[in-house]
């Protein structure tokens, strides 16, 4: 990535506190009043640079339409947040009800699909998924619509309790069956409503 000059970093930090100060970005002869500059010809060439550089982004003809941005951002898929909606046992399953625990921020690209208004999160607890490497503190995303397939993993309420399982139908009954050897098989007495299908894993670095 190409380094900015001493002159055009002095600009870019300017922008940014002005921005963070004022609410707004600095037109041109703003720019070229702080700095003293004779002219705002000698600002939008630096501007210029420091656009070709990649760490601005402006539109053409509008005066307060710089962005402070990075030669990175061109790399990075779009960004989104998906809603967290607290934790799912994934053991013995459990009578707690799913609220709203804050979102997740993730790039597109690296969980492999594109989230819709459908697309939540939650927070794994228990170990009965470790044979498909889905650990207590990991954060599992799910797809709520889409008929599950055998052998794929949901969230499902079975009997009115809520659990991580995999989706496996046997003599044309639904039943969840966990990965680990400890957890027996649930199959419902009452009903089994899924919740969502399971699409990506997100995990943490433990401390």
């Known amino acids: ?13 300017f922008i940014q506190k002005f921005q963070q100060t004022q609410g707004t970005v600095p037109t041109q002869q703003e720019i070229a009043d702080h700095f003293g500059f004779g002219s705002r ?5 630096h ?3 420091i656009r070709q550089k990649g760490f601005l982004e402006s539109a053409t003809g509008k ?12 790399l990075r898929s779009r960004i989104v947040d998906i809603p967290l909606f607290g934790s799912i ?22 969980i492999g699909f594109k989230p819709t208004r459908n697309t939540f999160a939650l927070r794994i607890v228990g170990d009965s998924m470790i044979g498909k490497f889905i650990c207590d503190g990991d954060i599992a995303v799910f797809e709520h ?17 809520n659990t991580l399982k995999t989706f496996l139908v046997k003599n044309g009954k639904p039943f969840l069956k966990a990965e680990n050897p400890k957890y027996p098989d649930l199959i419902p007495s009452e009903e089994l409503v899924i919740q969502g299908v399971f699409r990506a894993l997100i995990r943490r670095a433990k401390e």
């Open 41 to 45: 010809n000698a600002v939008a060439e």
């Open 89 to 110: 046992p994934a053991g013995f399953s459990s009578e707690r009800e799913q609220e709203p625990d804050g979102c997740v921020t993730v790039d597109v690209a690296s």
């Open 1 to 13: 990535m190409l380094e900015l000059t001493t002159k055009q970093q002095r600009i870019l930090d």
């Open 63 to 74: 005066a307060r339409s710089l962005r402070v941005t990075s030669a990175l951002t061109k």
């Open 47 to 49: 501007l210029r640079l």
């Open 145 to 161: 619509g889409p008929e599950p397939r055998p052998g794929q993993i949901v969230a499902a309420l079975i009997d009115r309790k």
